[in-house]
């Protein structure tokens, strides 16, 4: 007999009088039973086991440079050898009570297999009880192509997935999770499994039912052995799931594995799609919502996948803050005592930008202090970057008797006229003298558009102390001013601080490494002591943006200081502009502010620059000419301030406008059937201005010009080849209660000739919508903001966009000097007809 189906069958003997148990529950009417087409199944060694998920494609390896990396890398430093990479998470993540990873597995793909044996050992190496478990993708149309592809599978897993320690069994049935049930009919998984365990004995198999209803649950449960979930989603969505799903679990399927999930934050940044985080607050609001469910198990969606769960903020304790909080959670889970420090622990959370009229955000979280003395008075400031105090908030007592967060707003208009604060803590503890930190990493107050949803999360502990003056010079402007971009971009740096070698912490004494950030990313690195030192750098041309630079020392032990900043400037858009804002009561404010400060994207289309849409702004926030698949079009990174972080080619496609020279001007040719997509970060919120010229081929046909993928803006040409400019807007009920959207659309009086080249351009106020042809105003009307602008903003250029960034393409002709630009414009400051073609 197969060894794996003698070790079931004993197994199965064992397990059957677990459900036995079940049965005579159900028989005195205890428990609500299904028809079950599983073998019985203890499941008692799997409860308060606890899963995270990660992705072959997306080590924690990753370079701390351009997208793959950048500001929101881990100070942990990973080994470049698989195996021995792996090793490292386990020794990491074991000691804060995870279970394991379930690793995803392509059905059919050895790749993807050698990695999870890779995996494996590496588990092993590190002595720790960390293990794996297989978590499967299908990709088949049929029962029978998915059978072969799974049977393949489990060859190649095995032998290890039945004989490695540290593959998770249950007994001596490994568990494997099924990441796309719904891709087969109940009954089919069924046929499926008996075919794989024919050969390779019993399979503890889970549906991932994140999306799952009660319905489905009773529907496919019976041919599973439990359920799991890989998910991501609101609060309340999460709390929707639970709510429909745990009274089913538990009454009609108790001898079932309940594998809940808490969520971190979601967010994919090449679209902006995904749930807003609220710093810490809605990874901590999860643990109640899933533990209130009494689940058998947990999964934490996911750490190791930069591109989309777990790209969560430019923390150097990115995974490290996560897993401090799981680790007291679960001990309150376990019923076990929870880590407890000497002294306090604490981290200050900020987001990394805000928009303007949104408050500005922060935490400050504190750990379980050991002994008597648990009380701690903290006090935040925010600081310019000359250490000027803006704003103090009210001192707070913290009771650190277990995990305490204490929370802080203002209004960010109050601050407008800052480019950045800088957040600064003091605590006192018992008879120790009060403590106060360096300047922490800034949060930068955006206009008109937030580059990336993220924040960052200090510890108090990691923190190198400097000594002399925390100052630097950058082309002669010390810290906190602002530097003159010289023509060819070389530029003095001299920088005064050096690290304080008394410190008796390990962690906060010596640096040894240098890193210069330019808008929070590596520009370059190199080895050094302290911070004190001279050189010279050959800066990016800034263009008309308003580029920051900081200086930042690091050590092996993860301590770090991040200098104040100093900004670069070609000056290129001096002055002050007036900016109208969306208020957190829904009226509209405004500030005054640089005119430098306030973004926006232009492609001139004066070069040819294929695959590429240029954008001369400064931005460098690209487009792709065509940009097909998943998240096909976006950049892994644009300017170092947008976030488009996957480094995933746009698939081949012929839907690719033609560039075409005219004289010293060029333009884009579209055919009806190509476009540009421009990712996200693109379409502005609220105030905004939309400009390019138009030479349609022909009209007396609809042909979309211009799409936002959440309905920021559309124009198009209708049949008549009037303009019309569309923004969705929001719907109420009798009550003021939003319900949804609607379609506010105008309508040029004017109409576009065949073969003549024609501005439009499209300004939105906060109050109004304004649409101009001809640099004339058209029509206009009463448009109110809608905040569900500020997600999935991608723009397709030749069509419309649909969610969430699929591109329709429709227009036949030429365009040229298309500008998206974060302010609503005067017709004065319109483009001009300087580089656009003269002729027809």
Known sequence: MN?????????????????????????????????????????????????????????????????????????????????????????????????????????????????????????????????????????????????????????????????????????????????????????????????????????????????????????????????????????????????????????????????????????????????????????RNSWDIALKAAPDSLTITNWF????????????????????????????WRSQEPARTAAPDLYVANTTNVLLGQPLEFEVLGFPVDGGE??????????????????????????????????????????????????????????????????????????????????????????????????????????????????DGVTPLVSFAYSDRSSADEVDRGGGWVRVLRNGRELESFANWNLKFATLLRLPDPGAALDWYQLELENANGGKYLSPAIWVSAEKRPGMVKLPILLPDDSVGEVSIEAARVPFFQYDCRRQTAPLLYDSSGYEHHGYLGGKGYGGGHL???????????????????????????????????????????????????????????????????????????????IAMNEDGKVEATRLTPAADATGKITGHKALTLTSRDTLEPGRWTHIAVVYDLRDLHLYVGRKLQAEAACPPWRSHEMINAVVVGGLCRFPYDAVPQFVGDLTKIRFYGRDLRADEFLDEQGVPKGT
Not at 392 to 420: G, N
């Open 305 to 332: 996948d930069t591109y989309e769960n777990s790209h969560i903020m430019p923390s150097y304790e990115r995974e490290d803050i996560l897993l401090r909080i799981a680790q007291q959670r679960l001990a309150h």
């Open 374 to 487: 648990k009380g701690v008075r903290v006090t935040l400031e925010l600081c310019d970057e000359r250490e000027n105090v803006l704003h103090a908030f009210p001192a707070r007592e913290m009771l650190l008797d277990e995990l305490r967060v204490a929370r802080f707003e203002l209004p960010s208009q109050e601050l407008a006229a800052q480019r950045a604060i800088r957040p600064r803590l003091t605590w006192a503890w018992g008879q120790q003298p009060p403590a106060t930190s360096h300047l922490l990493p800034p949060t930068h107050l955006a206009a008109s558009l937030r580059p990336h949803l993220l924040f960052w999360c200090r510890s108090m502990k990691r923190m190198i102390q400097t000594a002399d003056r925390k100052d630097w010079l950058l082309g002669g402007a010390h810290a906190g001013g602002t530097a003159r971009f010289a023509g």
């Open 3 to 283: 060894r794996h189906l003698r070790e079931s069958l004993m197994q199965g003997i064992l397990e059957a009088t677990v459900a036995a148990g079940l049965w005579l529950l159900a028989s005195l009417g205890l428990a609500e039973t299904a028809a079950d087409h599983r073998p019985p199944l203890d499941k008692k060694p799997y409860l308060k086991t606890v899963w995270s998920h990660a992705n072959p494609w997306w080590p924690p390896n990753k370079s701390r440079t351009h997208g793959e990396g950048g500001p929101d890398f881990a100070w942990h430093v990973y080994s470049d050898d698989a195996v021995t990479m792996w090793k490292q998470v386990a020794e990491r993540c074991g000691a804060y009570g995870l279970t394991g990873l379930q690793m995803e597995v392509v059905a059919d793909n050895a790749g993807y297999v050698e990695v999870c044996k890779d995996v494996a050992e590496g588990f092993r190496q590190s002595g720790k009880a960390m293990f794996l478990q297989p978590f499967i993708r299908g990709h088949a149309t049929s029962v029978d192509e998915a059978t072969r592809h799974y049977r393949n599978t489990f060859d190649r897993l095995a032998p290890e997935l039945h004989e490695h320690p540290n593959f998770y069994r249950l007994g001596n049935s490994p568990v494997v999770v099924i990441y796309d049930p719904s891709t087969l009919k109940p009954a089919e998984w069924g046929q499926l499994m008996e075919a794989v365990e024919k050969k390779h004995g019993r399979i503890v198999w889970l549906a991932n039912a994140a999306q799952a209803s009660a319905e489905w649950v009773r529907e496919y449960l019976p041919y599973f052995d439990g359920i799991s979930m890989y998910a991501n989603w609101s609060e309340e969505m999460q709390a929707g799931v639970y709510g429909a799903l745990t009274e089913v679990l538990h009454r009609e399927f108790p001898q079932k594995i309940f594998e809940g999930a808490v969520h971190t934050t979601y967010l994919v940044h090449f679209h902006y799609g995904g749930v807003v985080p609220s710093l810490t607050q809605k990874y």
């Open 636 to 714: 892994a990174r644009t300017g170092y301030r947008h976030e488009h972080t996957g480094c995933v080619a746009p698939a081949a496609s012929d839907d690719v406008p033609t560039w075409k020279a005219d004289g010293e001007s060029g333009f884009l040719k579209f055919s009806g059937r190509d476009y540009v997509m421009i990712q996200g970060g693109t379409a502005f919120p609220y105030a905004s201005t939309y400009e390019l010229f138009v030479r349609p081929e022909a009209v007396g046909s609809r042909q979309a010009i211009l799409g936002a993928a959440g309905g920021q803006v559309s």
